[in-house]
């Protein structure tokens, strides 16, 4: 008889329904939310909002996609947290609902571990033990995986995520929101030694992004007090160099990591992993440190349904399910 499990992605800003099938993504179907562009991040309160609005007809379109009736659910699961109690709070009650007017289980799943298990959805696949460094606009860790729900988290930011600063950057030079993927456009263009940007790192495997943060504000505004067109004159230089410089903080730790657990299986995970500049090096570091490395299909990297459902697989081999009195938590640990 074919398992067949809906998950539920609803943790900042997007609504996503996936389906999955036996352990083979079916579809990934997301709304996004265009709203936020316009206060240069988002607004929970307009997200929790535009989550009730598309919940059902995402949910409904994953379910007639995949050519099912609901009576064919083996399971629900959906995003516990981290993430906004608003964003949360939809998706977490409306799996409850469902869930319980179809009583088939209830399976929760951290969004953090699902961005690693992406991984699994499409080949090649990693082989444990693997690193993962999992770097989005709210987070940024270096995880141990052993196995498919085992995992450690072994460095992580103290402050800023990576994503966080790249947007914040980005805001300084008047790019819209969300600015990270315009630095790694205009980077592309540009001269990443032009300018240099102080060492802002921590000790061991933790990361800090709040002191580089801090050093490029005062860098444009000390250079634009010489040239108020400075940005504008240097823009794809000042991108190159600070995107540069990020990237480097985030392999500097990950290969000391590396090193020193002896692991050559990496993987990259989170709406970051998208930049190119960071597969480029990331693959220049595997050759020459002898490395093989893994990143997910793009549409996996970011916030989607199809990595909750990834997660929820293995939790429901494992028959590790929820009962109804569940609560989001927005500040979820591993």
């Known amino acids: 008889m074919d398992n067949y499990i809906l998950a539920i992605e609803s943790s900042c800003d997007d609504t996503s329904a996936s389906i999955i099938r036996n352990g083979k993504i079916?579809?990934?179907?997301?709304?996004?939310?265009?709203?936020?562009?316009?206060?240069?991040?988002?607004?929970?309160?307009?997200?929790?909002?535009?989550?009730?609005?598309?919940?059902?007809p995402v949910v409904e379109l994953a379910i007639s996609d995949a050519k099912i009736d609901k009576s064919m659910l083996s399971s629900i699961a959906f995003t516990k947290g981290p993430g906004l109690l608003g964003s949360l709070l939809v998706g977490v009650s409306f799996a409850k609902g469902m869930a319980m007017a179809l009583d088939i289980?209830?399976?929760?799943?951290?969004?953090?571990?699902?961005?690693?298990?992406?991984?699994?959805?499409?080949?090649?696949?990693?082989?444990?033990p693997f690193l993962c460094l999992t770097v989005s606009g709210g987070h940024t860790q270096i995880v141990r995986v052993d196995d498919y729900l085992k995992m450690e988290i072994i460095g992580e930011t103290l402050d800023d995520a990576v994503g966080?600063?790249?947007?914040?950057?980005?805001?300084?030079?008047?790019?819209?929101?969300?600015?990270?993927?315009?630095?790694?456009?205009?980077a592309q263009e540009g001269d990443p030694n032009r300018f240099e940007f102080p060492d802002t790192s921590v000790p061991g495997f933790n990361y800090s992004f709040s002191g580089i943060k801090t050093a490029i504000l005062y860098f444009l505004r000390e250079e634009k007090?010489?040239?108020?067109?400075?940005?504008?004159?240097?823009?794809?230089?000042?991108?190159a160099s600070i995107q540069k410089k990020l990237i480097d903080m985030l392999l500097q730790k990950l290969k000391k990591a590396a090193k020193k657990t002896g692991i050559s299986q990496i993987a990259i995970a989170g709406g970051v992993s998208a930049n190119s500049e960071l597969r480029r090096r990331l693959t220049h570091d595997a050759k020459q440190h002898h490395w093989t490395t893994y990143i997910p299909e793009f549409q996996y990297c970011t916030d989607n349904a199809g990595m909750i459902a990834m997660a929820a697989?293995?939790?429901?081999?494992?028959?590790?399910?929820?009962?109804?009195?569940?609560?989001?938590?927005?500040?979820?640990?591993?």
């Open 105 to 128: 289980p209830l399976i929760s799943v951290n969004h953090m571990q699902a961005h690693i298990l992406a991984h699994f959805i499409n080949d090649p696949k990693p082989s444990f």
């Open 26 to 56: 079916v579809n990934n179907i997301v709304a996004s939310q265009d709203v936020h562009k316009i206060y240069g991040g988002v607004v929970p309160e307009l997200a929790s909002r535009a989550h009730q609005s598309n919940i059902v």
């Open 313 to 334: 697989h293995f939790k429901f081999l494992a028959r590790d399910f929820e009962d109804l009195s569940v609560t989001p938590e927005p500040r979820m640990k591993f």
């Open 225 to 239: 007090s010489k040239n108020k067109n400075f940005i504008e004159e240097n823009l794809h230089d000042i991108c």
């Open 164 to 186: 966080e600063a790249f947007d914040k950057a980005a805001k300084l030079l008047g790019l819209p929101y969300p600015g990270g993927p315009l630095i790694d456009q205009y």
